[in-house]
């Protein structure tokens, strides 16, 4: 169980609740005392994520779990990348453009700065004077580097258009650590609000977070993705036995185009 994060100023976790007997599947994190569950939505149609404490025997009851921000909790799912869309859980692998010290990615088992990995990658290759005087493709995978005033800078490269993450669930096996991220809505939508109203219902609400695992590519040393992964957003404070839905935010330009289209686009994060 996490337990470094003080839990007096963090607002324990309140979602929708369901009964632990509508739930289908789902995991046990034992080092978190915490229940990852896949149930009936309480805000979408189809299947939800939920998150409960492990109060498993009387004994060694658990009253409260923390839940530090950036802890890692399941995958969001093994997949593919291709140029379109397809369902409502498509993942777009895009930085915007800023500040890559802010970016998290996971590298090598750990949670750590796109920064951090860049300047890795670029001190390996020496290119430093290269990156100093233009855009370089070959570095993140779909991305453009370079560097500017000693800082590291990239954007998404618009001649790549197969950067979309399509989720592929094995039907026989479908409740692993690896794809229960998969199930989580967005527990921010509302059709009526605006952008700046949906963000700040999502900073409260959404409390998961998409980061992506990132490795060198076989036979090279291009940072190319592998697959989401799922965290902790924000320190978490658990009181519930009971399951409640947590909430990924899909983004406000997703829900324009499922109101203006009828599509959905892909989810960014």
């Known amino acids: 169980m996490a337990t470094t994060v003080e839990s007096h100023d963090i607002e324990p976790y309140i979602g929708p609740s369901a ?5 289908i599947g789902g995991i046990v994190v034992d080092e978190l005392a915490l229940q990852i569950l896949v149930g009936p939505s309480q805000v979408a149609s189809g299947l939800g994520l939920y998150l409960c404490i492990d109060d498993y025997d009387d004994e060694n009851a658990i009253e409260e779990v923390i839940i530090p921000q950036g802890t890692p909790l399941c995958g969001y799912a093994r997949g593919y990348f291709t140029d379109e869309a397809s369902g409502d859980k498509s993942v777009g692998f895009r930085f915007g453009e800023g500040s890559v010290e802010d970016k998290a990615v996971f590298y090598n088992k750990e949670l750590v700065s796109l920064g951090d990995v860049l300047r890795g990658i670029i001190k390996e290759r020496n290119q430093d004077t290269l990156l100093s005087s233009t855009w370089t493709p070959d570095i993140l995978w779909a991305h453009l580097v370079k560097i500017e005033n000693d800082e590291i800078h990239v954007k998404p490269d618009t001649e790549f258009i197969s ?6 669930i094995d039907e026989d096996n479908p409740f692993v650590a690896t794809s229960l991220g998969v199930y989580s809505n967005d527990l921010a939508f509302d059709p009526d609000s605006s952008e700046v109203e949906y963000d ?5 609400n959404n409390i ?3 980061v992506w695992r990132l490795s ?6 291009v940072l190319v993705p592998t ?4 965290i902790a957003k924000k320190d978490c404070r658990f009181l519930n036995s009971v399951p409640m839905e947590v909430g990924l935010q899909y983004g406000y330009n997703y829900w324009k185009a499922v109101e203006e289209e ?3 686009k892909y989810i960014i994060e």
């Open 262 to 264: 009828g599509v959905s």
């Open 208 to 210: 998961l977070q998409l």
């Open 200 to 204: 700040a219902v999502s900073s409260e």
């Open 216 to 221: 060198k590519e076989e036979n090279g040393d």
């Open 163 to 168: 950067r979309i993450f399509i989720p592929d």
């Open 19 to 23: 009964s632990i007997s509508d739930m």
């Open 227 to 230: 697959w989401p992964v799922v």
